[in-house]
C-alpha cells in the first residue's frame, strides 16, 4: 500500500512539475473506467491520507477516493466530447440554435416547470445561471466574450459558439 501511495505523488509530483498552463484539471480515472474531471481553480489541495486521495476545494467541501480504485490520475484540458442528448424516449429533443450565436441562443422543447440553465467557458468557468420555464425561449448572449461555450440543462450540455 506504502508503494502505491509513493508511487502516486511520484507520479503527481512529476506532473506538476511538466504542468503547463494550458491544463484546467486534475482527472481521475477510476478501475471501471469513469472518469471525473476537477478544475484546478476550484482545488485548495490534495492529499493522501490512509490509502487515499483528499481534494479540498476553495468552497470547504472534499472529495475522498480510495488509491486501490484510481486507475489513472493527470492533468488534462477541460472535457469537451459532449454532444446533444434526448432528455428521454418520449420527451421531445432539446435544441440549442442558432449555432454560432451572435446575440441571442434558442431553447427549443425546453422541460415542464423550471429548470436551471448554465453557460460555462471551455476552461469550466460558469458565466451565467439563470432559470427558464418550459417551451421554447431565448437567451441573451450578448455580453459573452467571443469563444466556444457549453450550455448546461437538466444534465444535458450542449456546445455553442459565441461570435
Not at 504542468?19 to 484546478?40: R, S
Not at 476550484?42 to 479540498?56: A, D, E, H, Q, V
Request: charged share 20%; net charge neutral; glycine share 8%.
Amino acid at each position: 500500500m506504502k508503494q502505491k501511495l509513493l508511487l502516486a505523488l511520484l507520479i503527481l509530483v512529476a506532473g506538476m512539475n511538466s504542468l503547463e498552463a494550458d491544463a484546467q484539471n486534475l482527472v481521475i480515472k477510476t478501475i471501471d473506467g469513469k472518469e471525473a474531471a476537477k478544475p484546478l481553480s476550484t482545488l485548495k489541495n490534495m492529499t493522501f491520507p490512509g490509502g487515499k486521495l483528499l481534494l479540498t476545494y476553495t468552497s470547504g467541501s472534499t472529495d475522498s477516493y480510495s488509491l486501490t480504485n484510481i486507475s489513472k490520475l493527470f492533468f488534462g484540458d477541460a472535457i469537451t466530447g459532449i454532444d446533444d442528448q434526448p432528455l428521454s424516449e418520449t420527451a421531445g429533443e432539446l435544441s440549442v440554435y442558432p449555432n454560432p450565436a451572435e446575440n441571442v441562443i434558442n431553447l427549443k422543447n425546453a422541460p415542464e416547470g423550471i429548470s436551471t440553465v448554465k453557460i460555462y467557458r471551455m476552461e469550466g468557468v460558469m458565466v451565467l445561471n439563470k432559470e427558464v420555464s418550459a417551451g421554447s425561449l431565448s437567451i441573451d448572449v450578448s455580453n459573452l466574450a467571443k469563444g466556444f461555450y457549453l450550455l448546461t440543462l437538466n444534465g444535458q450540455a450542449f456546445k455553442f459558439i459565441k461570435l
